[in-house]
């Protein structure tokens, strides 16, 4: 396991950080974050999102230790391990504020795939892995990666199609397999693996990055580049893990993966729709001040159209995240109904997210194209939205079924 950085140890400024107080709801945290995120990450998003910067662990512990003197750090971090432990409707106020900048999750310590994580390693982790994984986890003070996707013909959104593979051996389990878009593998202090086992079932393993049968490739050259550690090539080979390396129980895995996929589609949903929100914010503002024949550009229809689409599709993605959410803390994650909700949401949200930042950068004009500008990053960073945590075509096909099931 990796050490724990210095800087999470002591603030630069020897100061204690600042506690949300008892009477703190999730609309003063969230405003708390919005101006933390503006004061903060603003300043040092261009460099990473426009300049191609890496977003490296020295700025995210910067970043964090920030976050915590200004008492927004961990939203969905155990209150225990240092974080505020906001239930999924205070998160979707909060999370659209981190948002607003593509790293301000990730300044907050809950951005992808560590969100996930945390999720389910508290849903199934034991005391000793809760101890070495997902307080450090929760703190800040590590990264942690997933390695579920393969390469063709591996697993993708089908998991059934797993082919790395893990066999009993004494005292643990060697894994062998390929792995590809492990988000954060670089730089990660430990994977979370999920591998074929006898029987015709999966296992999910904890697998520490510094295992001399894991190798961390190269990071694939992905439209998005905002995420630390990227998105890498892994490789198991004959990668030992002792028996108290399984995550949940034996065989179990396709089952218990679902512990982190309502919570990851909602989370990335409230994180994306803070991006749209400022951009739209963004564009109206240089529409009021820009003249093309002889008005402002705010004064023609047409730009209005696209500021009244963006204003109706911001709108409908925060009813369904906050009705999602509701959904998750009083029917559970792991509900059929929660399932249901976080697909419809999910698909819907990076849809209509995609749509938001194309008007922007209708709006925007030339410029719009242009990476001097954020909006131009935002739409080429928003792309992959519809693809991760489930495409949307694959989330409708399973919405779908759940309808008709009712009818046959």
């Known amino acids: 396991m990796n050490a724990a950085p210095s800087a999470l140890t002591e603030s630069a400024t020897g100061s204690a950080p600042a506690a949300p107080s008892a009477g703190d709801g999730p609309r003063r945290i969230a405003e708390r974050t919005k ?95 809760a101890r070495r994984y997902l307080e450090p986890l929760a703190r800040g003070e590590i ?81 998005d580049h905002s995420a630390p550690g990227g998105h890498c090539e892994v490789t198991f080979d004959d990668c030992f893990v002792p028996d108290d390396a399984v995550l949940g129980e034996v065989g179990k895995g396709f089952e218990q993966i679902q512990a982190r996929l309502a919570p990851s589609r909602i989370m990335f949903s409230m994180s994306w729709l803070g991006v749209a929100v400022r951009a739209h914010e963004m564009a109206a503002a240089r529409i009021v001040g820009r003249e093309a024949f002889g008005a402002a550009v705010a004064a023609h229809g047409m730009a209005q159209a696209h500021v009244a689409d963006n204003e109706i599709d911001i709108t409908a993605a925060r009813a369904l995240v906050h009705s999602t959410a509701a959904v998750i803390d009083e029917r559970g994650a792991l509900s059929g109904a929660a399932r249901h909700a976080s697909a419809i949401t999910k698909t819907f ?8 930042l194309d008007r922007v950068v209708q709006l925007y004009g030339g410029l719009g194209v242009c990476e001097d500008e954020l909006v131009a990053r935002f739409l080429v960073e928003a792309r992959g939205f519809r693809i991760y945590e489930g495409p949307s075509e694959v989330l409708r096909w399973s919405i779908a079924r759940r309808v008709l099931r009712a009818h046959r």
């Not at 988000?183 to 990055?209: E, K, R």
Request: hydrophobic share 45%; aromatic share 4%.
């Open 143 to 223: 990264r942690s990666s997933l390695a579920v996707s393969e390469p063709s013909p591996g697993a993708g959104s089908d998991l059934t199609m797993l082919r790395t593979a893990a066999e009993k051996a004494p005292g643990g389990w060697k894994i062998n397999g390929v792995k590809h878009f492990v988000t954060g593998a670089d730089g990660a202090a430990f994977s979370i693996c999920m591998a074929a086992t006898a029987g015709g079932g999966a296992t999910i393993f904890l697998v520490d990055q510094d295992n001399p049968g894991l190798t961390v490739g190269r990071r694939m050259p992905t439209l």
């Open 35 to 129: 101006a933390f995120v503006q004061e903060h990450v603003f300043p040092v998003e261009r460099e990473i999102i426009v300049s191609g910067r890496p977003m490296d662990d020295a700025l995210r512990v910067r970043l964090q230790e920030e976050a915590r003197q200004a008492g927004v750090f961990g939203p969905l971090s155990p209150v225990a391990y240092g974080g505020l432990g906001l239930d999924t409707r205070a998160l979707a106020h909060v999370l659209e504020a981190a948002g607003a900048s593509l790293i301000g999750p990730i300044a907050v310590n809950a951005s992808a795939p560590d969100d996930g994580n945390i999720h389910l390693l508290a849903h199934l982790a034991t005391a000793e892995q």
């Open 349 to 356: 949200v990076s849809e209509a997210v995609w749509r938001v």
